[in-house]
């Protein structure tokens, strides 16, 4: 792999924050090469998918964060190239497998080198989590193959499990470093930031991900909208100079992390006060979710793209977190079967074929939503019939196609293949690798960042939140 040097990063940083730039080049590999970053005198950093932050202290080393099992060895070179001195901390920022793999390397060294190894601290929620990983696996595996399109993914069942745990704060001193560990609630319920104020500098963990916050996510467990902008804020207050985030680049420079913060936070803000506001004056779901107006000029930073999550998903998730899982809409609270509804809807139109025919006018006129729905209500009433399933494949692939987010193109790609496998009387998995973006997908090679190649499909290990 070509040699960078560290300024060559470093302008390449500054030129995806003026939006000059994209960050194909960081989530595809070009710089994490044999070596860590050097982002400034005694803090390395391997930009990769899922990032990594490395901390010289003079008796130490520190890692906030250890990066995939993709990453887990090269990470182990890069390190002992950057300092001889052992690892003696690592910092887990939540628990999502894409931030606790790496270790590993780290451990067996130590045991080689007959010396402890490295103390890995954490929230005390993450040991809930990996527990709940366990006993979910399965589930998490399906869900998972779904969203990034990966039909052969497995959900690990062994975890790294933290040695230290704290509640609220905590301060760990390792040489001349001080390392504030705060917690959050914001993407996950076990979230830390660290604050090192000697460099100040602040690993955000994914509280920052240059993206639309991950606060929606359909198939995923709750997120916390409203606590993760009250994050944001507290960290805006510490007046940090450099940014270090869970995905995504660095950011640079005092005004330009208070800018990036301040931004998220009022995104954040803005779809929570909206959804409340509608909640409160009576609406069902269905009126929220489409009553919230979205800041389209925060939307259009370089660092707030819809990439990943969307904010449709950030109302649908307040909802949860505030009003249950009922949408006011009487019917749903207590439903027949989606397919003794569709049989009945189909029977009503004259056949499953008619529905299927006029989700195909639909979607020729542009009306992708309506489209959808007809073209699943004709197959979940006529589910072998091939020229139904044609159809509502042909559906959900210009829905995948119309969509910015990893969430929707994920739920939408993985439709299109159901019903093109019925259709061609193959399988999931062939209709899911047919394409050469398909076929990236399923080799677990994934983005969640935003790219000036719409088929790119780079990145790491498929390793969100379950």
């Known amino acids: ?97 894409d931030h606790v793999f790496g270790v590993a390397p780290f451990d067996a060294q130590a045991d080689s080198e007959g010396r402890e190894r490295p103390e890995v601290i954490a929230h005390e929620a993450v040991t809930a989590r990996f527990d709940r990983y366990v006993s979910t696996a399965g589930y998490n595996t399906w869900i998972n193959r779904r969203q990034f399109g990966v039909p052969s993914l497995n959900w690990p069942s062994t975890y790294r499990y933290p040695d230290t745990t704290y509640r609220e704060r905590m301060t760990v001193r390792r040489g001349g470093l001080a390392f504030e560990l705060v917690h959050a609630k914001g993407e996950t319920d076990d979230s830390t930031y660290v604050w090192i104020p000697e460099l100040k500098t602040l690993c955000t ?134 397919a003794a509804v569709a049989a009945e809807f189909a029977a009503t139109a004259g056949g499953a074929a008619v529905l299927a025919a006029r989700a195909a006018e639909l979607l020729d006129k542009g009306e992708l939503r309506l489209a959808a729905h007809l073209a699943e209500t004709a197959a979940l009433a006529a589910p072998a019939d091939v020229d139904v399933a044609r159809t509502r494949a042909r559906v959900y692939a210009r829905r995948a196609t119309a969509e910015t987010s990893t969430m929707a193109r994920g739920v939408f790609n993985w439709a299109a293949a159901e019903s093109a496998a019925v259709a061609e009387g193959t399988d999931l998995e062939t209709e899911l690798t047919r394409s050469p973006e398909g076929r990236r997908r399923a080799a677990g090679m994934i983005s969640v960042g935003v790219t000036d190649d719409e088929a790119c499909g780079c990145g790491g290990e498929p390793g969100e939140d379950g």
Request: with cysteine; aromatic share 8%; glycine share 8%.
């Open 205 to 338: 963990g994914d509280l920052f991900i240059w993206n639309t916050p991950n606060a929606g996510n359909p198939q995923k467990v709750q997120r916390y909208p409203e606590e993760w902008a009250r994050a944001l804020r507290a960290m805006q207050e510490l007046g940090a100079e450099l940014l270090l985030p869970g995905h995504g680049v660095p950011i640079v420079g005092r005004d330009r992390v208070h800018r990036a913060l301040d931004d998220t936070a009022r995104l954040l803000e803005s779809l929570c006060e909206q959804t409340r506001a509608l909640m409160n004056a009576g609406h069902r779901l269905d009126a929220v979710v489409h009553g919230v107006q979205v800041p389209q000029e925060l939307l259009a930073r370089p660092y707030l793209h819809p990439a990943y999550d969307e904010p449709e998903f950030v109302v649908r998730n307040l909802w949860r977190l505030w009003g249950g899982w009922y949408d006011q809409n009487p019917a749903h609270l207590k439903p027949a079967p989606d």
């Open 1 to 97: 792999m070509t040699e960078h040097k560290p300024t060559d990063y470093l302008s390449y940083v500054d030129r995806v924050w003026q939006g000059e730039d994209t960050l194909l080049a960081h989530l595809s590999g070009t710089y994490s090469g044999a070596g860590l970053v050097t982002v400034r005198e005694r803090v390395g950093f391997l930009p990769a998918f899922a990032n990594v932050a490395v901390f010289d202290t003079g008796d130490g080393l520190v890692l906030v964060d250890s990066g995939d099992i993709r990453t887990a060895g090269p990470l182990h070179e890069a390190v002992r190239a950057f300092s001889e001195q052992p690892v003696s901390t690592v910092v887990y920022t939540h628990g999502h497998i």
